[in-house]
């Protein structure tokens, strides 16, 4: 199994819409976890963090379960420029990242 | 100002060649990491280096890839006898020094592009 599980997607959503991406870990003793969003050919960059119980920024939610391990990003309204990579990332504790491969995104117009 | 920065941005050489790719992290960060990205994966852990050594280097796929950063700043992660499967794109990123259980953020490099023909 791997550390960090997500649906590659892609998701292809219109305009407007809700959309909502999980991530699976294996390690029930990562502390701390991330979303990172990834354009295509470009770095990828913090979108979120997700410390304790979940955190929301204008658009989005961020939460997280610990009783299931899992994380997951809520996206409103969905703008066409929401289209990306969407990675989980999962602190382990020992200095290390692991990403998942990523779920795809494509708002339509 | 400045990011990350890596050179070259792509490199195509030569089965069997040896390569060098470069990372310049953000000025002040004491941690560097090193990535490789596949198509349609995430990153995948390299080596992280804490200073000028390196912490961890479980992710160095065999002993052809090593890296170094001998002054606590910029790094280079060298291949040798490069295989066609070396094919990906390295990704550096540097952060603040982080704790065991309190990460910083980590800003990403553009990335060098590596082609083994």
């Known amino acids: 199994r791997k550390e960090v599980e997500q649906d590659p997607g892609p998701f292809n959503v219109p305009e407007g819409a809700t959309v909502a991406f999980n991530c699976t870990y294996s390690?029930?003793?990562?502390?701390?976890f991330f979303w990172y969003r990834q354009d295509c050919r470009k770095e990828p960059k913090l979108l979120m963090s997700?410390?304790?119980s979940g955190n929301e920024d204008g658009r989005f939610t961020a939460q997280l379960n610990r009783a299931s391990q899992y994380i997951s990003l809520l996206i409103r309204d969905s703008k066409l420029s929401d289209s990306a990579t969407y990675l989980c990332?999962?602190?382990?504790?020992?200095?290390?990242?692991?990403f998942g491969t990523g779920t795809r995104l494509k708002v339509l117009a | 100002g400045a990011g990350v920065s890596q050179t070259p941005s792509n490199k195509v050489t030569e089965k069997g060649k040896y390569v060098e790719l470069r990372c310049d992290p953000i000025?002040?960060?004491?941690?560097l990491y090193w990535y490789r990205q596949s198509l349609g994966q995430g990153p995948e852990f390299l080596i992280y280096f804490q200073g000028t050594g390196a912490a961890d280097d479980s992710g160095l796929p065999n002993d052809r890839f090593f890296a170094v950063r001998p002054e606590g700043s910029v790094s280079t992660l060298k291949i040798q006898r490069t295989e066609r499967g070396d094919s990906a794109v390295y990704l550096c990123?540097?952060?603040?020094?982080?704790?065991?259980?309190?990460?910083?953020?980590?800003?990403f490099g553009p990335g060098t592009r590596l082609t083994v023909l």
């Open positions: 990332v999962v602190y382990s504790g020992t200095y290390k990242y692991i």
């Open positions: 997700v410390y304790s």
């Open positions: 000025s002040g960060h004491t941690a």
């Open positions: 990123a540097s952060s603040l020094n982080p704790g065991r259980n309190r990460p910083n953020e980590q800003f």
């Open positions: 390690n029930s003793a990562s502390q701390s």
